[in-house]
């Protein structure tokens, strides 16, 4: 079963255009699907449109945010809630072509769990958008080592265990193949077409891809170095304290062996701060490595609130999740 994600804010005119078009190329796989609009507190007449779409057609499921949570969570959302096989996730302005999935679901019988789609032709401004992109896909390949051009591109095809493996937050779903990456996951790209939004505005300026650069060290943090803070900061202090231990040894002989006077050494003090630090480092690990554990453990909480669920299971009105 196929499972298509899409998170919509305000996108009231995009909805049924985007709704038509995605039926006819869903319809014509011939495997059953699902297609799960995620209502992200939308203040205008998305919420109805959605409702009458899911009335007529119980293929189309709709999550209605209680507020506005941000793409991200709206995608998460709609994880959690899908019982395909394989997740597609797209935007709602019909920036993303649904003519496109039937490509991405072909290459990832080759073997693939996400295939990435690739903004070959972007169409949107070269300055504001496609520029601080260009400069972010390439920090975050470099970073994660995870090559793949269009890390912004919603259009993607996850295997669903994959999808599901993380609590996404911030802007962290584009992250999903660099993050996956740690597990094997085998992550690929092909280019999609794009095209003009629609109607509408888009909801993002330049200082997303800010906020975007930042989230890769957290992800890179996330990856490499949070699961044992222990390595990190021990690593420090281990050295630090070695050289502070052997820096003591040194001056102990000078006093002992060969009587010299070692109290007004700079050295001294040296030898001195080295070992503390090297001991302070050593405990700002452990204790680090106990707030990651309850960090973990204490996350239950999940990052948005459901006003409304349609055509799952029957159960329509559901405010706890
Ligand atoms: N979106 C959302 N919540 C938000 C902002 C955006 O669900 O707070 C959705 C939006 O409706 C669209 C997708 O995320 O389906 C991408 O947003 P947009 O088209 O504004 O971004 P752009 O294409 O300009 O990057
Ligand atoms: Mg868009």
Redesign the pocket.
Same mark, same amino acid.
């Given at each position: 079963m196929i499972s298509v994600v899409?998170?919509?804010?305000?996108?009231e005119e995009n909805i049924p255009v985007l709704y038509e078009k995605l039926k006819k190329v869903l319809d014509s796989l011939g495997e059953d699907y699902e297609i799960i609009f995620?209502d992200?507190g939308s203040t205008d007449r998305t919420p109805e449109i959605l409702k009458e779409i899911a009335n007529k057609d119980k293929k189309v499921k709709v999550i209605r945010f209680r507020r506005? /949570?941000?793409?991200t969570a709206?995608i998460y959302a709609g994880f959690e809630h899908a019982k395909g096989d394989v997740i597609i996730t797209m935007?709602?302005?019909l920036?993303n072509d649904p003519e496109d999935i039937p490509k991405l679901l072909e290459k990832m019988k080759e073997g693939y769990d996400i295939v990435s789609g690739w903004r070959k032709d972007r169409k949107?401004p070269f300055l504001s958008?496609k520029l601080p992109s260009k400069i972010a896909n390439w920090i975050i390949s470099k970073v994660t080592g995870v090559e793949l051009h269009d890390y912004?591109c919603?259009l993607k095809a996850y295997k669903a265990d994959i999808a599901k493996m993380y609590r996404l937050y911030g802007d962290m779903h584009r992250f999903l193949p660099a993050l996956a990456k740690r597990f094997g996951a085998k992550i690929t790209e092909i280019p999609v077409r794009h095209h003009p939004?629609l109607y509408g505005?888009?909801? /993002?300026g330049i200082d997303r891809t800010i906020r975007v650069i930042l989230d890769i060290f957290l992800v890179k943090f996330l990856n490499e170095y949070i699961t044992r803070p222990l390595y990190v900061f021990g690593g420090i202090g281990f050295i630090l304290f070695t050289l502070g231990f052997l820096i003591g040894l040194y001056l102990t002989v000078l006093k002992l062996f060969f009587g010299e006077n070692i109290g007004n050494r700079p050295l001294l003090i040296l030898g001195v701060l080295l070992i503390l630090s090297g001991i302070q480092l050593i405990s700002t690990g452990i204790i680090a490595e106990l707030i990651v554990r309850t960090y973990y453990e204490s996350r239950g909480e999940k990052p948005y609130i459901i006003e409304e669920k349609i055509n799952f299971n029957g159960v329509d009105k559901d405010g706890s999740n």
């Open positions: 899409i998170p919509a804010y305000n996108e995620v992200d506005n /949570y941000g793409q709206a935007d709602a302005d920036q949107d958008r912004g919603t939004r505005r888009s909801k /993002y």
